[in-house]
């Protein structure tokens, strides 16, 4: 069965400091990957997505970037975090045997000071 | 750019009265998704809908598929207080490799 992780948890930081948040998938190949924002407990915004190792795509202009150095393995990062990055960040995977259904990790809940 | 709008944003019922959130389109879509949220927590799928006119259920849950693909409905009946949390529908446009564009949600409480 497919399993998909993310760390920390819970993540506190103070304004210009750097990000890295890492989402892990187990028992499938080639997902497609993706990170959302979610602000405020309600919607869910769509920041990268990545259909293949090295591919990226980016929906939102901001100071965050997202890499794929493995197959499984997805990767959002920023050099100076602002106050209007905290939110819940939500690693998702999906594939097209299953029709891009999305399956989401436990998220990180990032607070910025 | 492609939008999902749902409404209501916010629906407070009586346990056991019914609930249904709506979901629009800016476009013809390849398929819609519905998740759920509970507080504290994560989206999780529960179904997706793809031909036109199409519906599905899944207990007391109904989704529907419009025929145009623009429009979905999720409706529950008889509500319990385990169905309280956030319902997100997803929609997919053709030839866009897997992105979803999510609706805003509708959080639902139940009053036992």
């Known amino acids: 069965s497919q399993t998909i992780h993310q760390w920390p948890a819970t993540l506190v930081q103070p304004v210009g400091s750097p990000l890295s948040l890492e989402c892990t998938v187990e028992g499938t190949s080639n997902p497609n990957l993706y990170w959302y924002r979610q602000a405020a407990g309600r919607g869910l915004q769509l920041l990268f997505y990545?259909?293949?190792?090295?591919?990226i795509s980016s929906e939102v202009p901001q100071n965050l970037s997202a890499s794929r150095p493995q197959d499984r393995q997805f990767i959002l990062s920023s050099k100076k975090l602002l106050l209007s990055d905290s939110g819940f960040y939500l690693c998702?995977?999906?594939?097209?045997?299953?029709?891009?259904?999305?399956?989401f990790g436990p998220g990180t809940r990032l607070t910025v000071t | 750019g492609q939008q999902v709008m749902q409404i209501p944003q916010y629906q407070h019922v009586q346990e056991g009265e019914d609930f249904t959130t709506y979901c629009n389109s800016s476009?013809?879509?390849?398929?819609i998704q519905w998740y759920k949220q509970r507080p504290g927590g994560h989206p999780v799928f529960l179904i997706q809908?793809?031909?036109?006119?199409e519906v599905k259920k899944q207990k007391r849950l109904t989704f529907q598929f419009g025929e145009a693909k623009k429009n979905s409905s999720l409706h529950i009946t008889a509500t319990q207080t385990t169905d309280v949390g956030t319902y997100f529908c997803?929609?997919?446009?053709?030839?866009?490799?897997?992105?979803?564009?999510f609706g805003q949600g509708t959080e639902l409480s139940v009053k036992p």
């Open positions: 476009t013809t879509l390849s398929n």
């Open positions: 997803a929609g997919m446009a053709h030839n866009q490799g897997g992105k979803l564009i």
């Open positions: 998702a995977w999906g594939a097209v045997d299953r029709g891009y259904e999305q399956y």
């Open positions: 809908l793809v031909k036109s006119g």
């Open positions: 990545s259909v293949g190792i090295g591919q």
